[in-house]
């Protein structure tokens, strides 16, 4: 079993910047065998992709509503994966999920990773 736990969410101003984490514990697999990717999801609709990370860290996948503004990363000695987010909009308003699986990192089907953090609320004022 895997726990994820997120942190860092907030209220931030259109434009503004914010830095989400994620941190892993638990037995079985170690942090660096897993993929880790972020999910959002706002009211009314459904949790959506928005960054994943492969096992090294070495490749990246971003949803075409983020990409050039977010970075996923990882440090595998922390057992942590980041979501750097710039030039913040309105609609990035959403909780923000911490997912990590077996999968590859570019699965944007949340029902196919496996680990889950309880998500963290960022909230874009325009």
């Known amino acids: 079993q895997v726990q994820l736990v997120e942190s860092g969410g907030g209220l931030v101003q259109a434009g503004g910047s914010l830095r989400l984490s994620c941190a892993a514990s638990g037995r079985g697999r170690t942090f660096s065998s897993y993929a880790m990717g972020w999910f959002r999801q706002a009211p009314g609709k459904e949790r959506e992709f928005v960054a994943g990370?492969?096992?090294?860290?070495?490749?990246?996948y971003y949803a075409d509503s983020v990409k050039g503004r977010f970075t996923i990363s990882r440090d595998n000695a922390k057992n942590t994966v980041y979501l750097h987010m710039n030039s913040l909009k309105p609609e990035d308003t959403a909780v923000y999920y911490c997912a990590a699986g077996t999968n590859y990192y570019y699965t944007t089907t949340a029902a196919l990773w496996d680990y889950w953090g309880q998500g963290t609320q960022v909230t874009v004022s325009s």
């Open positions: 990370i492969s096992w090294s860290g070495r490749n990246e």
